[in-house]
């Protein structure tokens, strides 16, 4: 009976550590999702380079952002078919470029790239 009151108190505190540690990644993960911004609506070129898409949106934004304030970008989503590419036989095609997913390395610099945007909302990409 000792045995398995030791195993028990063992597991207890095993499981306690595990949900503890948890708790600390979650925490973490909103943080860092904090840091992040997505943005839509951007035409989409084949073999694009993300962060520089991001760059020029910024500039045409009026913020002067650098490479190295961009900790990732890249497309999401589904790869949706041009005009060209629809078939006939296709009942439904999503048309449209797929998202830009950006996570930035300031939470202000985010701040400030929302900011600008809603400044601009009459902005295009032309």
Do not use: W, Y
């Given at each position: 009976?000792l ?17 503890n ?5 979650s ?12 943005i ?7 073999g ?7 760059i020029?949106?910024a ?17 999401v ?5 041009s ?18 997913m ?15 945007a ?9």
């Amino acid at each position: 009976m000792l045995v398995c009151n030791k195993n028990l108190e063992e597991i207890d505190t095993r499981v306690t550590k595990l949900e503890n540690r948890m708790e600390e990644l979650s925490e973490r993960d909103q943080d860092l999702l904090a840091n992040d911004l997505e943005i839509s609506g951007l035409p989409e070129q084949k073999g694009e380079v993300a962060i520089n898409t991001v760059i020029l949106c910024a500039r045409k934004l009026g913020l002067d952002i650098d490479h190295r304030e961009i900790v990732h970008a890249e497309r999401v989503g589904i790869l949706r078919k041009s005009i060209d590419d629809i078939n006939s036989s296709q009942e439904e095609v999503r048309l449209g470029p797929r998202r830009i997913m950006v996570r930035m390395s300031r939470r202000a610099l985010r701040e400030e790239f929302l900011r600008s945007a809603r400044v601009r909302r009459t902005v295009t990409t032309e």
